[in-house]
């Protein structure tokens, strides 16, 4: 019979799957900005939208959280207003 993993152990993954998470949510805001910037705004909108719902998923600190919210904004403000209301 196997027994449930220690508390800390679920804290070591959940934080490490948070830190794995912020790392996908930073390469997707350079993948939108660098589309947004090459006039591709639907892929650029995409990028958009798949940070901002993994953003939602971690749990990071406020310095970081504050960080990566500061570039979900610069890519939303680099697409055309067009772009974002179609959705």
Do not use: H, I
Request: net charge positive.
């Amino acid at each position: 019979m196997t027994t449930a993993p220690a508390p800390s152990s679920l804290q070591r993954l959940r934080a490490k799957t948070d830190r794995q998470l912020a790392v996908l949510v930073r390469r997707e805001l350079d993948r939108g900005l660098a589309l947004a910037n090459q006039a591709r705004p639907c892929d650029a909108r995409r990028s958009y939208m798949t940070a901002e719902t993994l953003l939602a998923m971690t749990e990071l600190s406020a310095a970081d959280r504050v960080r990566l919210q500061q570039r979900l904004d610069q890519l939303r403000d680099a697409l055309p207003r067009c772009a974002m209301s179609a959705a």
